[in-house]
C-alpha cells in the first residue's frame, strides 16, 4: 500500500534495528481517516470468506481491526491482556511472549464472543517473530471457529514470523513488509 510505505519514510522512527515506532499515526496518535483506508484495503482481500468475526489483540490493533469490522459488517472482538491467568472458566487463552517488551503474557477471550459458529479473520498492527499471531490462532483453534487468515498493517519479513504460519497453511495478508531496517535505514519488500 503506496500511502503506508510513503508514511512509514516519512513519519516513521527505527529502534535499533528491530523496532518501528509509527506512533504518529497508529500506535500513539491515530488518523482515523487512514486508518480507516487500511482496513478498508484488509477487509477488500478477505470480502468473500463470509467473515463473522474480527480478531485482534488489545491496544494497537483495536484501531484497524475496527475499521475491518466496519467494511465486512462483522463485530471486533479484541482479546484481553493479563498478567496472571487467575481465571481460566469461561475463556479461552493463550500465552504471548513480547520480544519488544521481554515479558510473557496471557491473552484471553470470553467464550460468549466467539463460538465454533464463528468464521474468524485475525488483525493485528505488526508481525514481528509471530509470537502474537500465533497466540491468537490458538484461540480460533480452541473456540473451534473457522479461520480464514490474519490480516496485518506492518509484517517485519526480517524477524521471520510469517514463514512459519504460512507453511502450516495459514493466508496472511500484509498491507507493507519491511525486508530490513539496518542502521536505521528501512528497505521495504
Ligand atoms: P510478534 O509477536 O509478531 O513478535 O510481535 C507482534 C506484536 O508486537 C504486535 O502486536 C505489536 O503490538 C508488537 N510489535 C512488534 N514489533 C513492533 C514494532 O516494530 N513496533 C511496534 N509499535 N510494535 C511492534
Redesign the pocket.
Known amino acids: 500500500m503506496r500511502e503506508l510505505t510513503d508514511r512509514i519514510s516519512s513519519e516513521g522512527e527505527v529502534i535499533g534495528s528491530?523496532?518501528?515506532?509509527?506512533d504518529s499515526f497508529l500506535?500513539h496518535q491515530i488518523d482515523p481517516e487512514f486508518v480507516l483506508r487500511m482496513g478498508t484495503e484488509l477487509a477488500r482481500r478477505f470480502k468473500d470468506e463470509g467473515v463473522t468475526k474480527i480478531l485482534t489483540?488489545e491496544a494497537?490493533?483495536i484501531a484497524v481491526a475496527m475499521a475491518v469490522g466496519l467494511a465486512l459488517k462483522a463485530n471486533v472482538v479484541f482479546a484481553k491482556k493479563k498478567r496472571a491467568r487467575t481465571q481460566t472458566e469461561g475463556i479461552y487463552s493463550a500465552s504471548?511472549t513480547?520480544?519488544?517488551r521481554n515479558e510473557t503474557v496471557d491473552i484471553m477471550v470470553s467464550k460468549k464472543y466467539l463460538s465454533a459458529n464463528d468464521v474468524v479473520l485475525v488483525i493485528?498492527?505488526?508481525?514481528?517473530?509471530?509470537?502474537?499471531?500465533q497466540a491468537l490462532v490458538e484461540i480460533v483453534r480452541q473456540s473451534g471457529a473457522r479461520l480464514v487468515g490474519a490480516g496485518i498493517v506492518i509484517e517485519?519479513e526480517f524477524?521471520g514470523?510469517g514463514a512459519p504460519l504460512r507453511a502450516s497453511g495459514l493466508r496472511i495478508e500484509s498491507l507493507v513488509k519491511i525486508e530490513n531496517m539496518e542502521n536505521g535505514k528501512i528497505t521495504f519488500g
Do not use: P
Open positions: 528491530e523496532i518501528l515506532k509509527v500506535n489483540v494497537s490493533g504471548v513480547s520480544f519488544t493485528d498492527d505488526f508481525l514481528a517473530h509471530g509470537q502474537a499471531l517485519k524477524q514470523g
